[in-house]
Every structure is written in structure tokens, then in C-alpha cells.
């Protein structure tokens, strides 16, 4: 498993990080996903790659910036 990070700049509030976290479990079940609403960054540890994450993040209306 790897880290990878995110600026999202469009996240701004709990119900956003919940859309982002339910999608990064959508693309890895076993994924740890740590969400800063203050910071506007999604840090993941996964086995899934950064293209197949953001695509996730994407897929649920946010603009993933890799950090």
C-alpha cells in the first residue's frame, strides 16, 4: 500500500468529505482515508493507483489536485 495525497479545492464541508470517502471506497474497500475539510487535502493509503483514485474523487463531483 502507498500514501497519496489531494488538494481539493472544491471540498468545503462534511458532506463533501463523505461523497469523497464513500467513492475512494468504491475503487479499495481497504483503503485509509484521511480527510482535512480546514486544509482541503484527502491523504490515502491504498493499493489502488493515484489515476484510478482521482478518477474516483472526479466521478463524485471534485477536482483532485495530487499534492
Avoid: W
Avoid at 458532506?15 to 480527510?35: E, F, L, Y
Amino acid at each position: 500500500m502507498k500514501m497519496i495525497e489531494f488538494n481539493v479545492q472544491d471540498m468545503t464541508c462534511g458532506h463533501c468529505a463523505g461523497r469523497i470517502s464513500k467513492a475512494i471506497n468504491g475503487v479499495d474497500a481497504n483503503a485509509r482515508v484521511d480527510i482535512k475539510i480546514e486544509g482541503r487535502t484527502v491523504s490515502i493509503e491504498s493499493r489502488a493507483t493515484a489515476d484510478e483514485l482521482a478518477e474516483a474523487i472526479k466521478d463524485a463531483g471534485y477536482t483532485p489536485q495530487v499534492k
